[in-house]
């Protein structure tokens, strides 16, 4: 695939009143460790190494889009991908730290994620979520996704793939 289009700068701004404290940018290699620091402490470093480079070089090369988001002094808070697919693409990988959680710092990310795939003009999203996690779930399906599908990850907990026309 070949490098997305520059995007508009209005994709990477909340709506207006929304998280004013809060900004967001792509992804850049300086983001490995704060990211793995803040969002995915539980993962091992290595592991998430690997495939922040790998998603990187997706990034790079037009099979993603990450969106970073910081607050007023650029500490990373959240993180969230829209990863192409020649049919569609997939929301994935979205974190917010714990503190901020509750804020609609979440919601704000899907929405923009959502507003990129519409500008680049995919036909639908997917996201999954583990069926045990009905808080998110419940959020998934107030903007719009409804279940696809179900499947059993490797460590044996259920998931649900939700699905969204655009």
Known sequence: MTPL?????????????VLT??????????????????CFPEKPFIQFRSGFHH?????????????????ETDRIIASGQLVLYP???ELANLAVIPARRGEGIGTTMI???????CHLQLPSLEISVAVSNTRVLALYQR???????????PNDESAIILHKGL
């Open 111 to 117: 929405g923009m994620l959502i507003a990129v795939a």
């Open 55 to 71: 998603l990187l070089e997706w990034q790079k090369n037009g099979r993603c889009f990450w969106l970073i988001g910081t607050d």
């Open 21 to 38: 404290d809060i900004r967001f940018r792509q992804a850049i290699m300086a983001d490995c460790l704060p990211l793995h620091t803040a």
């Open 87 to 89: 049919h569609g693409a």
């Open 5 to 17: 289009p520059p995007l508009p700068g209005h994709l990477l701004t909340p709506p207006d009143g």
């Open 143 to 153: 903007l719009g996704f409804t279940e696809d599908r179900r499947l059993q990850l």
